[in-house]
Nanobody
Framework: QVQLVESGGGLVQAGGSLRLGCAASGRTFRGKAMGWFRQALGKEREFVAA????????SYADSVKGRFTISRDNAKNTVYLQMTSLKPEDTDVYYC??????????????????WGQGTQVTVSS
């Protein structure tokens, strides 16, 4: 088992920045690809960003490319999502996720086995 706990959500004005963190505990964090997803009430979970197990490869949704940066610190068992130039449409609950054993970063929620409880991000206009 891997337990994931997100932090860093909150309320910010449009154009502002937030950094989300996801602390992992339990089984080995190193080597597992990690992802960030978001979901609004009544909508499907949407891919935001992912990072490979080594941290050498990242991928982003087109809607956040150039504004968000995913990174990981394997020594701290933590993955981050730096969000800049935030827009009202970025308002969602953001979830951290880990793949079961694969180091390959993918975009499909079904590829991720472990999920955090989510953190609310609200961007006001």
């Amino acid at each position: 088992q891997v337990q994931l706990v997100e932090s860093g959500g909150g309320l910010v004005q449009a154009g502002g920045s937030l950094r989300l963190g996801c602390a992992a505990s339990g089984r080995t964090f190193r080597g597992k690809a990690m992802g960030w997803f978001r979901q609004a009430l009544g909508k499907e979970r949407e891919f935001v960003a992912a990072i490979s197990g080594s941290g050498s490869s990242t991928s982003y949704a087109d809607s956040v490319k150039g504004r968000f940066t995913i990174s990981r610190d394997n020594a701290k068992n933590t993955v981050y999502l730096q969000m800049t130039s935030l827009k009202p449409e970025d308002t969602d609950v953001y979830y951290c996720a880990a793949r079961g054993g694969s180091p390959i970063a993918t975009m499909a929620p079904r590829d991720y086995v472990y999920w955090g409880q989510g953190t609310q991000v609200t961007v006001s206009s």
